[in-house]
């Protein structure tokens, strides 16, 4: 299937003349098309294949980013999006065909880009 795609610089939008059929989408931001029903069963809240979203509410419709994986008590991960337009957040869950790569991207980012430098945690580490 052939698509071509534009970009809006206001919204940060990306348009695909891409026709998806029935019970499929067209991501806004990749262009990527899914199944708006994954594997895992229930309905998809975002992107399997860079994880944005749309965020779905009257007064707002702008993409959603996504900027974090939780893992709440129950150990199902979540995406944490924020959207580019009014800073909301929100969570969806990490389904089976979702790119291993960026969930695991989001994983560890806090363990690669520490908020303090490395060498204070050796130091700390060493005086105990």
């Known amino acids: 299937m052939s698509?071509?795609?534009?970009?809006?610089p206001l919204s940060n939008h990306r348009y695909t003349d891409t026709e998806p059929s029935?019970?499929?989408f067209a991501c806004g931001w990749c262009g990527a098309v899914?199944?708006?029903?994954?594997?895992d069963g229930g309905r998809r809240g975002h992107c399997p294949s860079?994880?944005?979203?749309?965020?779905?509410?009257?007064?707002?419709?702008a993409r959603m980013t996504p900027i974090a994986v939780a893992v709440p008590r129950d150990g199902d991960w979540r995406v944490i999006h924020r959207c580019v337009r009014c800073d909301a957040l929100s969570d969806r869950p990490v389904n089976g065909d979702d790119n291993q790569l960026v969930v695991m991207r989001m994983a560890v980012?806090?363990?690669a880009q520490p908020p303090f430098p490395l060498e204070a945690f050796a130091?700390?580490?060493?005086?105990v």
């Open 3 to 8: 698509h071509t795609t534009s970009h809006d």
């Open 34 to 39: 899914a199944s708006a029903y994954p594997p």
């Open 50 to 61: 860079c994880l944005h979203a749309r965020h779905d509410t009257p007064s707002c419709d």
């Open 109 to 111: 980012r806090p363990l």
């Open 22 to 24: 029935a019970g499929d």
């Open 123 to 127: 130091f700390a580490v060493g005086a």
